[in-house]
C-alpha cells in the first residue's frame, strides 16, 4: 500500500470538499456557528415540537465563558434572534430552537410560531453585540437535514 504525505491527503480531502483541520478562528479558540439543522423530520406541521427540531448551535471553543447576551444569528431573509442573558461555558454548545420553550443549560428558544431556515438554501450569520460580523455558515442542499459548519 503507497504511503502518502500529509500535504496530499490534505489536498485530496480539500478537492473533495472535505475539511480535515479546523479553520484558523476554531484553532486559536473562538464563538462560531457549529451546526444548522433546517430541516426538521417529519412534516412541517408548524407543532411546536417541529419547530424545535430546527436549530442552530454555537460553539464555544475559546478556553473560558463567554456572554452571548446582545449576540444576534439572522438569515438571508433578515429574522433575527437576539440573544437574551447566556453564558456558554468553555467547550460548550449551545442550540437555538425556533419554537417556544424554557431557556436552561445548552437551550435557548426564539419563541417563533413558523419555521426560519428554508429546507433547500439558506445562510446563518452571527454577529456580535457590537454588529461585528463573527461568522456564517450557507447550505445548498435538499439532499440532507442538517448542515455542520
Given amino acids: 500500500m503507497p504511503t502518502r504525505t500529509l500535504a496530499a491527503v490534505i489536498a485530496t480531502a480539500a478537492a473533495a470538499g472535505i475539511a480535515l483541520l479546523p479553520t484558523q478562528a476554531q484553532a486559536a479558540g473562538s ?21 424545535n427540531a430546527e436549530y442552530v448551535q454555537i460553539r464555544n471553543t475559546t478556553g473560558a465563558a463567554v456572554q452571548l447576551k446582545g449576540y444576534t444569528v439572522r438569515d ?35 419563541g417563533r410560531g413558523n419555521y426560519v431556515w428554508n429546507n433547500d438554501k439558506d445562510t ?25 459548519c
Avoid: E
Avoid at 34 to 45: F, L
Avoid at 129 to 146: I, K, L, M
Fill in 31 to 51: 464563538i462560531h456557528l457549529y451546526k444548522v439543522y433546517y430541516d426538521s423530520p417529519g412534516s412541517d406541521t408548524r407543532s411546536n415540537t417541529s419547530l
Fill in 76 to 110: 438571508n431573509t433578515g429574522y433575527t434572534f437576539t440573544f437574551p442573558s447566556y453564558k456558554i461555558s468553555a467547550g460548550k454548545t449551545v442550540t437555538i430552537h425556533t419554537g417556544k420553550g424554557t431557556q436552561s443549560a445548552g437551550h435557548v428558544y426564539w
Fill in 124 to 148: 446563518v450569520t452571527l454577529r456580535k453585540p457590537s454588529g461585528a460580523f463573527r461568522d456564517s455558515c450557507s447550505y445548498n442542499s435538499t439532499r440532507d437535514d442538517y448542515k455542520m
